[in-house]
């Protein structure tokens, strides 16, 4: 299996070319796969269909360098004074992101579990009533439509954004619920029609509506994982977001992470392990890869970084977003990124305590 392990410059160019749809996992400032999303800024890889699940950082990047094309997403905000990310916005509003479909986090997870299962949709009721199912950004270009061969306009996107059918249950699975001992305690508050309302809305026929989401399927997706075994076996601490879903409904799934470890290290407590060998395509190791953000009981997140960004950036041209971002990672490789850029001082200065996961003495709003 150790043709596994390469290099993020190796795994970028066997893997990443122009045009690629590429999912990016971790969670806002939560173990991104920085390292990976570097190296393709280095490799200058473009025309990008970028989908992510509550990002932004990498996307930020990307977007800066002028590397994305269609974006697909579920957050647009930034850590560190952004409630939208600077050159995400101005791309947008500039055409350099030509096109960009939205959803929510929940039908967005939804869609990445139908992925890994390999299955046609998975329901979903959170997005109901929202204007996200106005809006369809991919349909109005044309691209859910198929080719006169009957092959679809892009292998990444579904003939159709949602679906929305009659419940052929009737509500019976909504909580809470009734027993025979009467009602159920959950904090699962999804049954809005148990008191009669139900609607014909979406559908024209009186009955409880359920919306279904198609699965998600990019040609690459990155994940970072604190450890990964040299076999390919893939260990993620902490909050998993939609890193374990996301990782498998992929073609190819690369894998960066803070250290490589003998098989037999996993396999001690194998109940603790997500992505099993034989999914993994490419393994990246790479200590300190995901700063700025937090990888658990490793190192937190650099919220300075975030504050000094914001600064840098605000306000200025896309031009000049551009020169900060080519400027930022203009590095041999990670290790020559994280010694000059941020220096040794600093990233040990965010080490995790082994008693609390991160690190509890961190200014968080030092600048």
């Not at 893997?15 to 990016?24: L, S």
């Not at 939208?84 to 990445?112: H, M, P």
């Not at 396999?267 to 603790?272: G, K, N, S």
Request: net charge negative; aromatic share 12%; proline share 5%.
């Amino acid at each position: 299996m150790n043709d596994k392990i390469m290099s993020a410059k190796e795994a970028v160019e066997r893997f990443i070319k122009p045009g690629c749809h590429i999912a990016f996992g971790g969670f806002t400032i939560l173990r991104r796969p920085m390292t990976i999303a570097r190296e393709i800024v280095r490799q200058d890889i473009g025309d990008l269909f970028v989908t992510m699940n509550g990002g932004t950082l990498v996307e930020e990047m990307l977007a800066g360098a002028g590397l994305i094309k269609w974006l697909e997403s579920t957050y647009l905000g930034l850590e560190g004074g952004m409630p939208v990310a600077y050159a995400i916005r101005k791309c947008i509003e500039e055409g350099v992101i030509e096109l960009v479909e939205d959803y929510s986090n929940w039908s967005f997870a939804q869609r990445t579990l139908a992925g890994r299962l390999g299955l046609p949709f998975m329901p979903c009721m959170g997005d109901l009533g929202s204007d996200l199912i106005e809006y369809d950004t991919f349909g109005k270009a044309g691209l859910r439509q198929a080719n006169e061969d009957g092959t679809p306009k892009h292998f990444g996107i579904p003939p159709a954004k949602y679906h929305i059918i009659d419940d052929p249950f009737d509500g019976f699975g909504l909580r809470p619920s009734y027993f025979r001992s009467g009602e159920d305690s959950t904090g699962n508050k999804t049954n809005f029609y148990r008191t009669g309302r139900k609607s014909a809305k979406y559908t024209g026929e009186e009955g409880v509506k359920v919306l279904l989401v198609p699965p998600l399927k990019p040609e690459v997706s990155v994940i970072r994982a604190q450890r990964a075994a040299i076999d390919g076996t893939v260990r993620i601490e902490g909050l998993i977001g939609p890193d374990f879903d996301q990782g498998l409904c992929g073609k190819t799934l690369i894998v960066e992470c803070e250290r490589i470890c003998p098989a037999d290290e996993l396999r001690m407590a194998p109940e603790h392990n997500q992505i099993a060998a034989h999914f993994v395509d490419a393994i990246v190791m790479q200590p300190y890869g995901g700063y700025p953000t937090a990888v658990p009981n490793y190192y937190d997140y650099d919220y300075s970084w975030f504050r000094k960004y914001t600064e840098a950036v605000n306000k200025g041209s896309l031009e000049d977003v551009k020169a900060f971002w080519l400027d930022h990672v203009n590095s041999v490789d990670d290790w020559d990124y994280l010694e000059k850029n941020v220096g040794y001082d600093k990233l040990f200065s965010l080490r995790a305590d082994h008693n609390y996961h991160y690190n509890p003495n961190l200014d968080r709003f030092a600048k």
